[in-house]
């Protein structure tokens, strides 16, 4: 079988969900949601079209994941002051007072998946993968597909 990264990243990233919803369970965050509150800690009143744009996730699905954040306690919405189409995202106090928590949880899955590495062969890894994504970003897919 020839060699595929797309494969492995695939394998990685269903596993990373797997272990995220294990490890989230107490908290009855999934790994759906988790990166929106880990955004929110860091960017407290984001709206929902700059988490969109910065988790790389479609308007629709952010809308169901804050939705179900909000119904579970852990963000609250209000309208943007000086432009009412925005909704301005907060972590509630429930969620500020579990994010660092849930931020240990879930960043234990990269020292799970690079236990055993030096930090130089880490950077290198990420390096890679920082460059893959910057030739994705810079990639006109549809284009790529028409051209097939």
């Known amino acids: 079988m020839k060699k595929s990264i797309g494969r492995l990243i695939s394998i990685l990233h269903r596993q990373a969900q797997i272990y995220i919803n294990h490890a989230l369970k107490d908290y009855n965050i999934t790994s759906a949601e988790h990166s929106f509150l880990l955004y929110l800690w860091k960017n407290d ?30 963000v609250i919405k209000d309208k943007d002051s000086n432009d009412k189409r925005f909704n301005r995202v907060y972590l509630s106090d429930k969620a500020k007072m579990n994010i660092e928590d849930i931020a240990k949880r879930v960043s234990n899955w990269s020292n799970i998946i690079s236990e055993g590495l030096d930090e130089n062969t880490k950077e290198y890894i990420y390096s890679i993968l920082e ?18």
Do not use: C, P, W
Request: proline content about 0%; aromatic content about 6%; cysteine-free.
């Open 131 to 148: 460059n893959m994504v910057e030739k994705v970003e810079h990639t006109d897919l549809k284009k790529v597909l028409e051209e097939k």
């Open 45 to 74: 009143g984001a709206n929902q079209d700059e988490m969109s744009v910065f988790l790389y996730i479609d308007k629709a699905a952010t809308a169901r994941a804050i939705k179900s954040l909000e119904e579970k306690g852990y």
